[in-house]
């Protein structure tokens, strides 16, 4: 059996949608689906959607005749012991659901269930800006600020299947509360929602500035429209990413000083920012950090993977492993 006909199936659950696809052993996803599964739905609701989708994709695997390794699945949560279901994941629906049991019993194939930044990590790794590479750091900056490690070749897990949650570092005690109650967060002043406010507040200043004009026409304003006014040369634009890289570089710089990566890569959706971004959280990190440790960091650069990035880690699950948690059969 050649190495083109071996595929696993990953499946990314998020807060607002899931993706899903099947993926090779060189990362290439051959067919693709997503389903929405809002936070409104209750649990079994959502498992339909998503099972639905999952009955078109897996009869295609066996047209193609592939040989499937099995499901890997992508949750932004921490695991029950067993690993058969999610813990405090952001999808609240879904805590506690029997996530791993559900697929085995109804498409008979293995299953394997992991935190979102696992995964990402590990889709870096595998398929990404990462191959290879013996200490890699990932950080995803979207929603929420989440980071993973991998070490010598092997995923950090050691709480809740995590290394627990980096992006509610404390950066400024008198800051705002971020969603989960901690006061001055990294991930309460560089996630999306922070961003799109603090876009919102120089837009409604008195100073000129090309967000005022997009929030008229908008109502609102994302981190793409920030990103698109800095393109286009508007200065404030240009220094509110200067402040967010500023405050993800400060993070970035606590992190490495414990888990000594050599390559870091940004992923999550405000990370389309580009040099943006990356710029200042290098720079940052570099100011800010004990040299000792912050030299051995290689390069920090952008994902390859996009929004992909879990749901190629978690088809990875499956394909390697090696990097697999280690839950129960």
């Known amino acids: 059996m050649t190495r083109n006909y071996i595929a696993a199936i990953g499946v990314d659950i998020g807060g607002t949608s899931t993706k899903m696809g099947i ?9 693709r689906d997503d389903v929405l599964t809002p936070n409104h739905l209750d649990g079994e609701t959502i498992m339909q959607a998503i099972t639905a989708a999952l009955d078109r994709i897996v009869p295609q695997t066996r047209q193609a005749e592939l040989v499937l390794r099995g499901i890997g699945v992508s949750v932004c949560g921490y695991m029950e012991p067993s690993g058969d279901a999610p813990d405090y994941i952001n999808l609240h629906p879904l805590d506690h659901y029997p996530i791993r049991p559900h697929f085995m019993q109804r498409y008979g194939l293995s299953a394997v ?25 990932v950080m995803t900056v979207g929603t929420g600020v989440g980071m993973a490690v991998i070490l010598d070749g092997q995923v950090m897990r050691f709480h809740g299947g995590t290394v627990g949650n980096p992006g509610h570092l404390i950066l400024d005690p008198d800051g705002p509360t971020c969603t989960a109650g901690c006061r001055g967060c990294l991930e309460s002043l560089a996630s999306a929602g922070p961003i799109s406010r603090q876009a919102e507040d120089v837009a409604r200043a008195q100073r000129p500035t090309l967000l005022a004009k997009m929030l008229a026409e908008k109502g609102q304003l994302t981190p793409k429209d920030l990103f698109l006014a800095a393109e286009a040369g508007d200065i404030p634009s240009q220094e509110i990413w200067e402040e967010v890289g500023r405050w993800l570089g400060r993070g970035l710089a606590s992190w490495v000083e414990i888990f000594g990566p050599q390559v870091v890569i940004v992923g999550g959706g405000v990370a389309q920012a580009g040099h943006w971004l990356m710029d200042p959280i290098e720079a940052e990190m570099r100011r800010t950090g004990e040299p000792y440790f912050t030299r051995r960091v290689r390069t920090i650069k952008q994902s390859t993977l996009g929004m992909d990035i879990a749901m190629l880690g978690a088809a990875a699950l499956c394909l390697f492993p090696e990097h697999a948690p280690k839950w129960p059969p």
């Open 23 to 31: 993926v090779t052993l060189e990362g290439e996803i051959l067919v």
């Open 113 to 137: 269930l992991d935190n979102d930044m696992n995964c990402g990590v590990l889709g870096e790794y595998c398929f990404g800006a990462g191959r290879g590479e013996k200490r890699l750091m």
